[in-house]
């Protein structure tokens, strides 16, 4: 797949690149997609949620009233579960949620994401670029030359650039990431891929 390279303002260049079709031209492998994404929120769940058992409940463990002759259901310690202020049966404890996903799994996944991207051509490539400074302003101008502002944008970057990532920070729905730190989730979340174009070189040996 061709693709026409562009300038930050919108402008477009005698350049082209040729994606690689190993990364964006797959046949989408749904499952490895829904592995992937599901292990990223996984690991995004701190996992520290807890509620007391009637163990862990201060009170008394005077029985509450004679077994029988009441005429109700009998009752022992203030603590069960079934009163107001007893603890909880089976209830949340810390835990992982985090789990395994072998490599070669991950790179089709994200093979897989791309694929789709490019298929319903949701892909822009940009020259490589820099901010001279941090400016909200710079960034909005340029998602707007896209007509891109409001939607979700992924800006695929070769490196750190504090001064772009600084620039797109007060900016809702849009995220800059580095190539090597692009993941399933984030590509099947953005409604526009914006890759620059030394970016792509360290894709393809990553997912090649």
Do not use: C, W
């Not at 319903?120 to 001279?132: G, K, M, N, R, Y």
Request: hydrophobic content about 35%.
């Amino acid at each position: 797949m061709e693709l026409v390279v562009h300038k930050i303002n919108g402008e477009a260049t005698d350049k082209k690149v040729q994606l690689n079709e190993g990364v964006f031209g797959i046949e989408p492998n749904d499952h490895a997609i829904y592995l992937d994404a599901k292990q990223y929120l996984a690991n995004q769940r701190q996992g520290t949620h807890k509620s007391k058992e009637k163990g862990e409940i201060t009170g008394s463990t005077r029985k509450l009233k004679k077994q029988k002759g009441t005429g109700t259901a009998r009752a022992g310690s203030i603590k069960s579960p079934l009163l107001v202020g007893g603890g909880r049966v089976f209830g949340p404890k810390p835990r992982d949620y985090s789990f395994k996903l072998n490599k070669k799994v991950k790179q089709l996944a994200r093979r897989s994401a791309l694929s789709y991207k490019a298929k319903d051509l949701q892909i822009v490539v940009l020259e490589d670029f820099t901010f001279e400074a941090p400016k909200t302003k710079v960034f909005v101008d340029f998602l707007n030359s896209f007509k891109a502002e409001g939607n979700k944008n992924l800006i695929v970057m070769a490196g750190v650039d504090h001064n772009v990532v600084l620039s797109s920070r007060n900016v809702q729905r849009s995220k800059v990431i580095t190539a090597n730190n692009l993941n399933t989730y984030d590509i099947l979340n953005a409604n526009k891929l914006f890759f620059v174009e030394s970016s792509l070189k360290t894709l393809e040996e990553l997912l090649a």
